[in-house]
T-cell receptor, first 112, second 112 residues
Framework: AQSVTQLDSQVPVFEEAPVELRCNYS??????LFWYVQYPNQGLQLLLK??????LVKGINGFEAEFNKSQTSFHLRKPSVHISDTAEYFC??????????FGQGTELSVKP | NAGVTQTPKFQVLKTGQSMTLQCAQD?????MYWYRQDPGMGLRLIYY???????DKGEVPNGYNVSRLNKREFSLRLESAAPSQTSVYFC???????????FGSGTRLTVV
């Protein structure tokens, strides 16, 4: 069975600093990987996805993620965060049928 | 605006009461999903519908039923609400394959 582990439940960071949100997955088959963002009291919005091809994926709002098959990781990065990036971030893996399995979420808190 | 619409946005129920959460999408997506979100647990799949006329259980189906009324609408019913069903419920839809989901804005349900 597939599973997703987000290694940090909370990540505090100062504005304009770089950030990395860590995600590891387990799967015995080819996977499709996603990062979603949830702003307070809103639904989830797709940040980026890896389906195939280049292992470095660029998304919206300056975020990017790198697929590492050997380490079964899909970490999310941003070189310089803004206050407006404060949100909860979810990593997800898709099975062959298209259903998403989500990690527990990481709360990113950007401080001035 | 195109997307996924959920109603109601908020609801308070007494233990034992029943209710139906409504979800509609206007993107002509084949697949629809119901998730619940609880603190520290990410999103867990309750039920899904891969296509019109089919429904299947997800990870946490107990206490819920669903109806795929047509291609646009997918409702979630709580027959006898319990305090453990206090949660935020999200509906989502997707095209066939692994394109990711479009989420509704959620229903915050409290069972007292």
């Amino acid at each position: 069975a597939q599973s997703v582990t987000q290694l940090d439940s909370q990540v505090p960071v100062f504005e304009e600093a770089p950030v990395e949100l860590r995600c590891n997955y387990s799967s015995s088959v080819s996977v499709y990987l996603f990062w979603y963002v949830q702003y307070p009291n809103q639904g989830l919005q797709l940040l980026l996805k890896y389906l195939s091809g280049s292992t470095l994926v660029k998304g919206i709002n300056g975020f990017e993620a790198e697929f590492n098959k050997s380490q079964t990781s899909f970490h999310l990065r941003k070189p310089s965060v803004h206050i407006s990036d404060t949100a909860e971030y979810f990593c997800a893996v898709s099975d062959q049928g298209g259903k998403l399995i989500f990690g527990q979420g990481t709360e990113l808190s950007v401080k001035p | 605006n195109a997307g996924v619409t959920q109603t109601p946005k908020f609801q308070v129920l007494k233990t034992g009461q029943s209710m139906t959460l409504q979800c509609a999408q206007d993107m002509n997506h084949n697949s629809m999903y119901w998730y619940r979100q609880d603190p520290g647990m990410g999103l867990r799949l309750i039920y899904y519908s891969a296509s019109e006329g089919t429904t299947d259980k997800g990870e946490v189906p107990n206490g819920y039923n669903v109806s795929r009324l047509n291609k646009r609408e997918f409702s979630l019913r709580l027959e006898s609400a319990a305090p453990s069903q206090t949660s935020v419920y999200f509906c989502a839809s997707s095209r066939a394959g692994n394109y990711g989901y479009t989420f509704g804005s959620g229903t915050r349900l409290t069972v007292v």
